[in-house]
Structures are given as C-alpha cells and as structure tokens.
T-cell receptor, first 113, second 113 residues
Framework: AQTVTQSQPEMSVQEAETVTLSCTYDTSESNYYLFWYKQPPSRQMILVIR??????QNATENRFSVNFQKAAKSFSLKISDSQLGDTAMYFCAFVQGAQKLVFGQGTRLTINP | DAGVIQSPRHEVTEMGQEVTLRCKPI?????LFWYRQTMMRGLELLIY????????DSGMPEDRFSAKMPNASFSTLKIQPSEPRDSAVYFCASSFGTPPEAFFGQGTRLTVV
C-alpha cells in the first residue's frame, strides 16, 4: 500500500523567508502523481502544485516549487518569499492511476510578521 | 463552474440520530471521493466512486456509515446512528482524467453531542 510521510508536524518562519516542507512516500509503481495541497483556516483544500513522476523537471508555480527525487521517493515543497497568507496546513498527497489520493499527516506552517 | 458543493456546512446532532451529508461534484467529473478529517487521524478516505460505482469502501469505519451515488451529479454519505466519535469535518472531492487532481468542497463540520 502506498504511504505518505510528512515528518514536520509544525514549522514557523518569518515573512519573506524561504521555507521547505518535507515529504516522503512509498510505492512500488513507476508512474504516479504527487501533489501539495494547502488548507488555510477557512478549511478549504487548495491545490498548490502537482508533479508527474515520469517528468524529471521539478514543477514550479510562482513562489512555490518542488524538489522531486524519484529514487529517494522524496517530494519537498519550497516556498520562496513567504507571505502571511501562506499560513496554513500543507498536505502532501500521492495518487497512482485513477486511484485514490493518499495524504500525509500534514505540516502546520506559520508565517510570522 | 461553482466547484464541488457540499451541504450542510455545519451540522449539530444528538447521538443516535441519522445524519445525511450531501455532495454535488463538478460537472463532467467521473470520480467522487468522501474524506473525513480529524486532528487525531488526519485525512482519511472513506469511499470513492468511479462513474457512479463504488470502487473502494475499505475506509468506511463500520456499518453505521453508508454512501450512495445515484447519478453523476449527486452523492450522499449517511451515518445511522451517529455517535460522538463521528464528529469531524467531512469532505467531498471530485476529479476527472489525467492528472487525477481532486477538487474539494468546503466540507461539512459534523458535531455529534
């Protein structure tokens, strides 16, 4: 069974700093997708960024980028120039094929002014 | 598109009562997921449907929980009888095709007293 592990329950940084959230996963499949979701206090789940396993290039969306290490089964999220609005729970998620999304336990990120 | 629509947003009920949560997926999406979120257990997949057919209900806690998808635009999650430990936020999500990213509703916060 696929599992997703986020080893950092909480993180806190100052506004404008760069922060990296860690995620590792376990699978025997070679083709799959990885996602980072953001859940602000409003509780809405918002897709931040996606990565397809067969693509070697790391995905980037504005201030958000990933470091995808397929051999190490690692998928970290880097937030550059962090903003107060980035304060949220961040979930790493894995899906293979058309199957279910499997989520990590989440990292609570606080951006301090 | 209005996104995934869940109702009600909040539900408070007494132990032993029947609770029905409702979800309208995004039009054209063919996969629908029900998740439960608690502090202790994080995000758990309860059940998912593909083309209105239940594919995996291994996450349904027990027989008190049931889910239906009578057509492509509507699904329900029913708890009967409800118990205090069912208190959680219940999310519905839908997806289509590749990449299989899930779009989430606003969630229903259920409180069983």
């Amino acid at each position: 069974a696929q599992t997703v592990t986020q080893s950092q329950p909480e993180m806190s940084v100052q506004e404008a700093e760069t922060v990296t959230l860690s995620c590792t996963y376990d699978t025997s499949e070679s083709n799959y997708y990885l996602f980072w979701y953001k859940q602000p206090p409003s509780r809405q789940m918002i897709l931040v960024i996606r990565q397809e396993a067969y693509k070697q290039q790391n995905a980037t969306e504005n201030r958000f980028s990933v470091n995808f290490q397929k051999a190490a089964k690692s998928f970290s999220l880097k937030i550059s120039d962090s903003q107060l609005g980035d304060t949220a729970m961040y979930f790493c998620a894995f899906v293979q094929g058309a199957q279910k999304l499997v989520f990590g336990q989440g990292t609570r990120l606080t951006i301090n002014p | 598109d209005a996104g995934v629509i869940q109702s009600p947003r909040h539900e408070v009920t007494e132990m032993g009562q029947e609770v029905t949560l409702r979800c309208k997926p995004i039009s054209g999406h063919n996969s629908l997921f029900w998740y439960r979120q608690t502090m202790m257990r994080g995000l758990e997949l309860l059940i998912y449907f593909n083309n209105n057919v239940p594919i995996d209900d291994s996450g349904m806690p027990e027989d008190r929980f049931s889910a239906k998808m009578p057509n492509a635009s509507f699904s329900t999650l029913k708890i009967q009888p409800s118990e205090p430990r069912d208190s959680a936020v219940y999310f519905c999500a839908s997806s289509f095709g590749t990449p299989p990213e899930a779009f989430f509703g606003q969630g229903t916060r259920l409180t069983v007293v």
